[in-house]
């Protein structure tokens, strides 16, 4: 079990020493580079990975800057940054946005300077990412769109000490499934009014999660078509929905992060990213376990992924694969996984052992993200190349609200949400 209070992230409490953000090195070519930190914990992790790359770069100073929050509001300031010719050399986006920005015109198509790389190989890293990374969007011309930084996949970080108090077994064994997860939602939020059983922020993967763990998809099998008109994603919405409408659970919409960090909520759902947060600010005992198994008997999870990009507008687009490459190498990776945040994007057994050895003596459930990462029915995170994925997304995400806030039931959203995106989709 981890007593948050007593750890102490030394690398990290070292990157806090030391100027924020900008690099010291001599070189006269400058390099601004992005990520989407998720709490300051994250953005001491990549200010460390700079400094380390920097320091090793004679040629180069690198610029970091953490960008915004878990929202589509980040991607948009970059397109927009981009088209004002003030956007970073090099900056990570989501997976599902690298159609977006790669159609657009607005990241550069890595192939040529990827061939001529000797130490460069594609089957390096996780196969589900590269397939879409190097998805080409004109035929017969090769693509290489970026390089993903990291996998992850989302784990429940609970509250132990709320477990205890409500007499549950923890979270996680063969008969983790869908019963004892809502039993435990029940009589954790039934503590006190200020507690809550479960929270989840508001966007895509979370909701998504339960209509797949429900047998449903949020696409056709080729990603032409919208797939969420079906009993699946009835049944998953609803399950969701009756912790909302029982106020078992965060409300829609609300941050529930800061929520369980207090030690208000007794599981909350949230990948990798969220560990050093929890690390650094969970003043209880905590730790992760495997997504329960819902009503399709599988064990089901989302393959997140993000990737390094370059910036179409770029002065210095060979230097710029050169940190993408840099920030990908297994030293870097290595980095940043033992501080807690990521997992290694490389698939090699080498990088998985280095993750599961990570934050070695805190007790964190490293295997939890791996056996999400590789669970039964996992979905890579997944870019549109035949479809509008903002527009998507953000009627999925209204026709959602409106099923957890009870002006929709979930059968109304699955008999009309195909129809409402069908013209998004390319024909």
């Not at 981890?2 to 992230?9: I, T, Y």
């Not at 990521?342 to 050895?357: K, M, V």
């Not at 994925?389 to 806030?405: E, K, L, R, S």
Request: proline share 5%; with cysteine.
């Amino acid at each position: 079990m981890l007593k948050a209070r007593k750890l102490v992230l030394a690398v990290v409490a070292t990157a806090t020493l030391v100027a924020p953000f900008v690099a010291q090195a001599q070189g006269e070519i400058t390099l601004r580079w992005r990520t989407r930190p998720d709490n300051q914990a994250e953005i001491d992790v990549y200010t460390a990975a700079s400094q380390a790359i920097d320091a090793e770069w004679q040629e180069v100073t690198l610029v970091y800057e953490p960008g915004g929050s878990e929202t589509a509001g980040y991607q948009d300031v970059l397109i927009s940054e981009i088209e004002a010719g003030t956007a970073p050399d090099v900056f990570w986006i989501p997976g599902t946005d690298i159609a977006r920005f790669a159609k657009a015109g607005l990241i550069l198509n890595l192939a040529e300077l990827a061939a001529a790389d000797p130490d460069f190989d594609v089957n390096d890293f996780y196969a589900g990412p590269m397939e879409f990374l190097t998805t080409s969007i004109e035929e017969g011309v090769p693509a290489l769109w970026g390089l993903p930084r990291d996998v992850s996949a989302f784990a429940l970080y609970y509250n132990a000490e709320l477990f205890e108090e409500a007499g549950l077994p923890l979270p996680g064994g063969d008969d983790w499934t869908w019963d004892r997860f809502f039993e435990a939602v029940d009589e954790i939020a039934s503590l006190s009014p200020s507690t809550f059983g479960f929270g989840m922020n508001a966007w895509w993967a979370n909701w998504g999660y339960f209509v797949n763990a429900a047998g449903g998809s949020f696409f056709n099998e080729d990603l032409t078509a919208c797939g969420l008109n079906t009993e699946a994603t009835v049944v998953g919405l609803e399950a969701a929905r009756q912790m909302f409408a029982a106020g078992t659970a965060v409300p829609w919409g609300t941050d529930a992060e800061p929520l369980f960090l207090a030690g208000q909520v007794g599981m909350f759902m949230n990948g990798r990213w969220a560990t050093p947060g929890a690390i650094a600010n969970a003043n209880f005992e905590w730790n992760v376990a495997p997504l329960p198994v819902g009503p399709s008997g599988k064990a089901t999870n989302w393959l997140f992924w993000g990737a390094y990009v370059v910036n179409a507008k770029t002065a210095h687009p060979a230097e710029a694969w050169d940190l993408v490459t840099r920030l990908t190498s297994a030293e870097i990776q290595g980095q940043i996984a033992a501080l807690g945040a990521n997992i290694p994007s490389r698939q090699t057994q080498d990088a998985i052992d280095l993750f599961l050895s990570s934050l070695p003596g805190s007790g964190v459930n490293n295997q939890a993200f791996i056996d999400g990462t590789t669970a039964e029915d996992v979905r890579s995170e997944a870019p549109l190349f035949n479809g509008n994925w903002p527009a998507i997304d953000a009627a999925y995400g209204q026709g959602v609200t409106a099923v957890f806030n009870g002006s929709l039931s979930a059968q109304e959203f699955a008999d009309t949400i195909c129809d409402a995106v069908a013209a998004e989709f390319d024909s």
